[in-house]
């Protein structure tokens, strides 16, 4: 279901039907946020959460040490927020997540996605998206697999299942539900891209 636009990296959270809080090393996190800080992103991030599904809504959830204590913030579709931050690193620091149930089966999913999603983009803004989600994937898959990976096939626009959406093309108009995909070939060739409501999410799309 998230192959065309979820990295392929998910980290398994419990395997007893009877766990219900779960910590994870703060430092894997930290791994992956430092690497798109270094790149100096401007339009892209990469955002954890945990997919909604039986067993995996969470009550609560903090960032802890021997030292400290905060809470985690997270959205009502399960977005957390992890901070980058060298002393969390040092302090062999754990995210700690409590569900509501088990959280036998619960995964960790890690998505490149663009910072702000619009109702209306230009030729320019969304080849760099483009680039950025490209190059961002690239640096994740590490030595040597990113020398011999494709590039993404382009652009993925994810919208509620339940309404419809209007999408304009320069003077083309068509209905869409659900996600609507723009193939990287044909960016040269628009000058705007525009949407009756804003995606919920601007994801990369891969083949």
């Not at 998910?10 to 894997?28: C, D, P, V």
């Not at 204590?69 to 980058?84: C, E, H, N």
């Not at 950025?132 to 626009?157: H, K, S």
Request: with cysteine; glycine share 4%.
């Amino acid at each position: 279901m998230y192959k065309k636009w979820w990295l392929g990296c998910f980290f398994l959270l419990a395997a007893s039907t009877h766990a219900e809080t779960i910590s994870l090393e703060y430092k894997a996190f930290y791994d992956r946020l430092k690497q798109v800080n270094k790149g100096n992103y401007q339009l892209v991030e990469v955002a954890f959460s945990v997919p909604k599904q039986q067993n995996c809504l969470i009550e609560n959830g903090t960032i802890s040490n021997e030292k400290t204590s905060t809470p985690l913030t997270y959205t009502d579709a399960q977005r957390l927020f992890i901070p980058l931050d060298d002393d969390l690193k040092n302090e062999r620091t754990l995210v700690n997540l409590n569900f509501a149930g088990s959280a036998a089966g619960c995964a960790i999913a890690m998505q490149v996605r663009a910072k702000q999603t619009l109702t209306q983009y230009d030729r320019h803004r969304l080849q760099q998206i483009n680039t950025e989600m490209d190059a961002l994937l690239g640096t994740m898959q590490g030595f040597p697999m990113r020398y011999f990976r494709d590039p993404i096939a382009g652009l993925n626009f994810e919208f509620s299942p339940d309404q419809p959406v209007v999408v304009y093309i320069d003077n083309r108009e068509q209905e869409i539900t659900g996600s609507f995909k723009l193939a990287a070939s044909e960016l040269d060739n628009i000058t705007s891209l525009r949407f009756s409501v804003s995606p919920s999410v601007l994801s990369p799309w891969i083949q």
